[in-house]
């Protein structure tokens, strides 16, 4: 069975840092899909970026990027000049067929 | 992308009786997914919808506790039958684009329960 770890309960960032939130996956599978999803107090699921298993280039959008170790098994997240709005719970989710999410990691940005 | 109506996005219920919560998807999908998630913690899959077939249930959920109905591609329901104080959650409702892994998942949401 996939399953997903993020260690990092809590993280807290100054406003227009950067930070790193840590992801990693245990499968089985060669082929698969990695995500990062932010859910504010509003409870939408929001993606944020996502990586495909079979490309080496580390996915970017705009202040998010990932570092991608497909051997490690690894999927971090990197939040660029963090914005107040970024604070919210981000989960890291692996979908071969289901999606399966992380126990999460809760951001909050100090201004 | 898919627009995701869920209802209702809240209720209170006496302990032992049931709530039937509803998808209604702006769009015709193949695969649905109604999740769990404790307030502050993960979403846990409970089963996996698709038209046509009967629902694909996680460990630790069952048919009898959680029915779920898939008439047609833009609709589905949830039952949490004979609830108790532990049934007490959001409930959320997920799909997919389509089979290839790619496609991100879109989510209402949610419904969040409570059993009193």
């Known amino acids: 069975a996939q399953t997903v770890t993020q260690s990092q309960p809590e993280m807290s960032v100054q406003e227009a840092e950067t930070v790193t939130l840590s992801c990693t996956y245990d499968?089985?599978?060669?082929?698969?899909?990695l995500f990062w999803y932010k859910q504010p107090p509003s409870r939408q699921m929001i993606l944020v970026i996502r990586?495909?298993?079979?490309?080496?280039q580390n996915a970017t959008e705009n202040r998010f990027s990932v570092n991608f170790q497909k051997a490690a098994k690894s999927f971090s997240l990197k939040i660029s000049d963090s914005q107040l709005g970024d604070a919210a719970m981000y989960f890291c989710a692996y979908r071969s067929k289901d999606m399966r999410f992380g126990a999460g990691t809760r951001l909050t940005v100090k201004p | 992308s898919a627009v995701i109506s869920q209802k209702p996005s809240r209720d209170i219920c006496q302990r032992g009786t049931s709530l039937t919560i509803q998808c209604q998807v702006d769009?015709?999908?193949?695969?649905m997914f109604w999740y769990r998630q404790q307030p502050g913690q993960s979403l846990t899959l409970i089963a996996t919808?698709?038209?046509?077939?009967?629902?694909?249930?996680e460990s630790g959920f069952v048919i009898d506790k959680f029915p779920i109905s898939r008439p047609n591609l833009t609709f589905s329901t949830l039952t949490v039958s004979n609830m108790s104080p532990e049934d007490s959650s959001i409930y959320l409702c997920s799909v997919a684009g389509g089979w290839g892994m790619n496609t991100e998942a879109f989510f209402g949401q949610g419904t969040r329960l409570t059993v009193v």
């Open positions: 769009s015709q999908v193949t695969m």
């Open positions: 919808a698709n038209q046509g077939s009967e629902a694909t249930y």
């Open positions: 499968t089985s599978e060669s082929d698969y899909y």
């Open positions: 990586q495909e298993a079979y490309k080496q």
